[in-house]
T-cell receptor, first 108, second 116 residues
Framework: DAKTTQPPSMDCAEGRAANLPCNHS???????VYWYRQIHSQGPQYIIH???NNETNEMASLIITEDRKSSTLILPHATLRDTAVYYC?????????FGGGTRLMVKP | EAGVTQFPSHSVIEKGQTVTLRCDPI?????LYWYRRVMGKEIKFLLH????????ESGMPNNRFLAERTGGTYSTLKVQPAELEDSGVYFC??????????????FGPGTRLTVL
């Protein structure tokens, strides 16, 4: 079972920042926080990951709380193409355990 | 760099028949994973290869499923005989490393299997 909790759905206006929360209160010391997304019926797409420091890449930013019990994925300027299901996953190697994710709807 | 490819993209077979799915990982990726999503359910892990060896096959549902990765390159997943509940989308993923931080998995587009 997934060790993360995410809201089932969120809306965001196009051009605004999308902030997707994730709770992982039972995270282990060696587990990284990974974010993936699945656009429509395509294969999941890797977005970003982090251990304890905040991370940023060309797609998004990841903010991890100091106690590591929660994190937030930030899409700084959401576009219609960012409409997808976003998955927050804890990983220490090997398999990914997908939960239900957050269905983000970006609206014009 | 080519991504993960899967063949076929769609397969429709009758119950009791055999189907073989193929996955070509990203070149140089030793780690290859199979996942599937059946209707209305979450994406579930099936198994993990490191090169040609099965590292973890704890997610394989039963002995009707057989995965191989001869030579440590492409992989096949055979379902024999197929049952109605095997219908779903089968995803393959690959990664360069097994452990983080460099183990991000790259997924293929999936094979949609329909068993009638």
């Amino acid at each position: 079972d997934a060790k993360t909790t995410q809201p089932p759905s969120m809306d965001c206006a196009e051009g605004r920042a999308a902030n997707l929360p994730c709770n992982h209160s039972t995270i282990s010391g060696n587990e990284y926080v990974y974010w993936y997304r699945q656009i429509h019926s395509q294969g999941p797409q890797y977005i970003i990951h982090g251990l304890k420091n905040n991370e940023t890449n060309e797609m998004a930013s990841l903010i991890i709380t100091e106690d590591r019990k929660s994190s937030t994925l930030i899409l700084p300027h959401a576009t219609l193409r960012d409409t997808a299901v976003y998955y927050c996953i804890l990983n220490a190697g090997n398999m990914l355990t997908f939960g239900g994710g957050t269905r983000l709807m970006v609206k014009p | 760099e080519a991504g993960v490819t899967q063949f076929p993209s769609h397969s429709v077979i009758e119950k009791g028949q055999t189907v073989t799915l193929r996955c070509d990982p990203i070149s140089g990726h030793d780690n290859l994973y199979w996942y599937r999503r059946v209707m209305g359910k979450e994406i579930k892990f099936l198994l993990h290869f490191v090169k040609e060896s099965k590292q973890d096959e704890s997610g394989m549902p039963n002995n009707r499923f057989l995965a191989e990765r001869t030579g440590g390159t492409y992989s096949t997943l055979k379902v024999q005989p197929a049952e109605l509940e095997d219908s779903g989308v089968y995803f393959c993923a690959s990664s360069r490393f097994r452990d983080p931080p460099g183990n991000e998995q790259f997924f293929g587009p999936g094979t949609r299997l329909t068993v009638l």
